[in-house]
């Protein structure tokens, strides 16, 4: 056991889909010519399946890419490894689901209804005709976490003998207020997942990998986590600095900032806010922090449109879901910050001009924008060398010049004309990039 081979899927059209699950639904009601909804090793990628009732359907092995079920019932449905990244599962009731080593990147679930769901390890094989078993496995993208497989391989002891098994993966998926009581979650995968004021009581995340997980305001009651890894993970305590600790109120630091940056220096003080948790801030929309000197500070979910950051020091800082639309983000440093899920659309992340002619590029070298809106963004001579862009928004961002040397780019949209405008050497994924 261990060799591999891709899954053969058919592709199914809108109009059979509906026509299946019509009969399903008939069969729901005890109509007569109702059938269960057969979706095993389909591709189902990009449908409209929402607000159908598919409680019990088979999607074993089935894509379902991008695919819309916003409030459908699905309980009871068996989605034993399948391929759900992106699909959108907004107010869907999955109560006691099979989704036993499917793949969930980047899905959005908020307010799903999960209860007792199986998200535990699985794997699809076959016997052959010598009567060992063949893995089968659906086409990989590059992953988004470096390093690392789309859907990470466990090796599990049963009888003496290994096998290879998938894990359940939500890496970066939205499960906001999602009700998660009572499901297993062996070994899932929930790097940077968002379960803000998520249920998950009596849930068991044994093994679970919950790195850089957002869990503010989620119930924990009875959660078993038994060999979790919780690196990073943002709860309600403060991550880093607390704003208490500060040396002075938040509010007065910033006013002294602005001064300083609105009088050249002369009145007021620099503000250093290193590592410190500013969530609770809520906003700093349109505030000016020219020069700010923040690395690694948690803007998590932060309101910053039209904020003015040119020339600010925020290396390896937190921006994930936060709003940064119009912001000034002009010689910036921000390289190794995570703008996953980020709003960046109308950004200028473009050189900042100095003295005698000079200017200075901002440096998004080593980010991480996955997911992130950049549509409108100027990125004139950013650095963007070894950064994640995977599935993020490019439409109409202006780029001339800038360097995307070894990024990944995998399922990022652009047109044609900003492709062109940069440099791309030794990015990987750039085949997948949308253009018109």
Not at 17 to 33: F, K, N, P, W, Y
Not at 91 to 119: E, H, K, M, P, T
Not at 198 to 209: S, Y
Not at 221 to 235: N, P, Y
């Amino acid at each position: 056991m261990g060799e591999q081979r891709k899954i053969a899927y058919r592709r199914l059209s809108q109009s059979h889909v509906d026509e299946i699950t019509r009969r399903h639904e008939m069969l729901q009601a005890s109509e007569m010519g109702g059938a269960r909804a057969d979706f095993s090793f389909a591709d189902l990628s990009g449908l409209d399946l929402s607000g159908r009732d598919l409680s019990g359907a088979d999607f074993v092995g089935a894509v379902l890419v991008g695919t819309r079920l916003t409030d459908a019932i699905l309980d009871n449905a068996v989605f034993f490894c399948a391929d759900l990244r992106r699909a959108n599962l907004a107010q869907c009731s999955l109560r006691r689901v099979d989704l036993r080593g499917a793949c969930l990147r980047g899905a959005y679930l908020a307010q799903a209804n999960l209860d007792q769901a199986d998200l535990r390890e699985g794997v699809i094989a076959e016997r052959e005709r010598g009567g060992g078993l063949k893995i089968l496995h659906h086409d990989q993208e590059a992953s988004q976490w470096p390093a690392a497989l789309y859907r990470e391989r466990l090796l599990l002891s049963k009888g003496g003998r290994k096998s290879s098994a998938s894990v359940c993966d939500l890496t970066d998926a939205i499960l906001r207020q999602a009700h998660l009581t009572r499901t297993h979650m062996h070994h899932a995968k929930l790097c940077g997942v968002d379960l803000r004021e998520a249920d998950l009581t009596g849930a068991d995340l044994t093994g679970a990998q919950l790195q850089g997980a957002v869990c503010s305001g989620a119930k924990f009651d009875l959660v078993t986590t038994q060999g979790a890894s919780q690196e990073g993970m943002l709860t309600d305590e403060a991550a880093g600095r607390a704003l208490d600790e500060l040396h002075e109120p938040i509010a007065r630091l910033l006013d002294w900032h602005r001064q300083w940056v609105e009088t050249g220096g002369k009145k007021g003080e620099a503000a250093s806010l290193a590592g410190t948790d500013l969530r609770s801030l809520g906003s700093l929309a349109g505030q000016n922090l020219a020069a700010l000197v923040a690395p690694g500070a948690v803007f998590y979910g932060l309101n910053l449109q039209g904020a003015q950051l040119q020339g600010a020091q925020l290396a390896g800082a937190d921006f994930r879901s936060a709003n940064l639309k119009q912001v000034d983000l002009r010689g910036a440093d921000v390289s190794g910050a995570n703008f996953t899920h980020a709003d960046l659309r109308g950004a200028d992340l473009g050189p900042l001009q100095l003295s005698k002619g000079r200017r200075k590029p901002v440096n998004l070298g080593a980010a991480r924008l996955c997911y992130a809106k950049l549509d409108s963004a100027i990125l004139h001579q950013a650095i963007l060398t070894e950064a994640d862009l995977s599935f993020a928004s490019l439409m109409d961002a202006k780029m001339k010049e800038a360097d995307f040397s070894g990024s990944q780019m995998c399922g990022a949209q652009m047109v044609h004309s900003a492709f062109l405008n940069a440099s791309w050497d030794g990015a990987t994924g750039v085949r997948f990039v949308a253009c018109r």
